[in-house]
């Protein structure tokens, strides 16, 4: 029972479809597999031309796949060569042949094969394996789709993004020594290195950070801090209740709600009252806590 696809996001919809391929292994009694391709195959196609943003890294990504429960999983490289397999060699060969398929679970708009010439259609009409009518997940009557979900992020609508992913979006990174402005502040931050691509929209957002397995209220500005002439995208966390050593350890930073749009200060003490609204903010309404991705 192969569940096959990009899965960039791991979104609801994503989870729809490996549920129902795990689901199906374990009621036929058949091996669940979990295809999925890395680079994303507009990277190899469109070498140096405009391609998705990714909501994971490989990282992340492999780290969720590998909590859905999956008995094997195929992270297949996807380069020109493996590109220009026909749809139908793809189908008899690839998932036919070798993998034994007898359920596949995909998107209803998956595409495959050279110049993505394959299709739902082809799929159901090869014979030698079922597929599912999967519902479509919606938000507000749109489907759910990672490039939506690109979209919510880039808008800073992070709420609606969330409730689109099925779990608090996160970054995951490094922390690194910044200029130390935060400490002169008196709101010292953690300045997290990051390879994600699909990244919020500049501004201040309330949230967690999450380090050994504990969670601290904190205060998220992603951003290039216009109030200093900053031209690099940052993201830094302030620990609200919590005052923590992180420089060199690994973190992790969810995003619950965005509070405001980034802005230039006129000066330090016209920043200062406003972080400090924004702290006031954040404790008095920040009660929801975060949702983690579960298999």
Not at 46 to 55: A, H, K, L, T
Not at 200 to 212: I, K, Q, T
Not at 272 to 285: F, G, P, S, V, Y
């Amino acid at each position: 029972a192969i569940a096959l696809g990009n899965f960039d996001g791991f979104h609801r919809g994503h989870q729809e479809i490996l549920r129902t391929s795990i689901q199906e292994a374990k009621r036929q009694r058949i091996v669940s597999i979990l295809f999925t391709f890395h680079p994303h195959p507009s990277k190899v196609l469109r070498p140096g031309g405009p391609s998705p943003e990714m909501i994971l890294t490989e990282a992340e990504k492999m780290e969720m796949m590998l909590k859905m429960g999956f008995e094997a999983i195929l992270n297949q490289n996807f380069s020109r060569e493996f590109s220009l397999i026909e749809a139908e060699d793809f189908v008899q060969r690839v998932l036919t042949d070798s993998l034994k398929c007898q359920f596949l679970s995909v998107g209803e708009n998956f595409r495959f094969g050279n110049l993505a010439r394959g299709n739902i259609s082809l799929l159901k009409s090869h014979g030698h394996f079922s597929i599912p009518g999967i519902p479509i997940v919606r938000i507000d009557d749109q489907p759910i789709s990672s490039s939506m979900i690109r979209g919510l992020l880039r808008t800073g609508e992070i709420s609606k993004a969330n409730d689109a992913l099925g779990y608090s979006y996160f970054i995951s990174g490094i922390v690194m020594h910044g200029d130390g402005r935060g400490q002169k502040l008196g709101c010292p931050t953690a300045n997290i290195e990051s390879q994600k691509e699909s990244r919020p929209a500049p501004g201040d957002y309330s949230g967690f950070l999450e380090f050994e397995g504990k969670l601290y209220l904190a205060a998220i500005n992603c951003g290039y801090r216009p109030t200093f002439g900053g031209t690099n995208f940052l993201i830094e966390a302030h620990l609200i209740e919590e005052n923590l050593n992180l420089y060199g350890e690994h973190v992790r930073v969810y995003f619950l709600e965005k509070i405001r749009n980034e802005q230039k200060f006129f000066d330090l003490s016209e920043l200062q009252t406003q972080i400090q609204a924004d702290i006031d903010l954040i404790k008095r309404e920040t009660k929801k806590k975060v949702s983690f991705f579960k298999n």
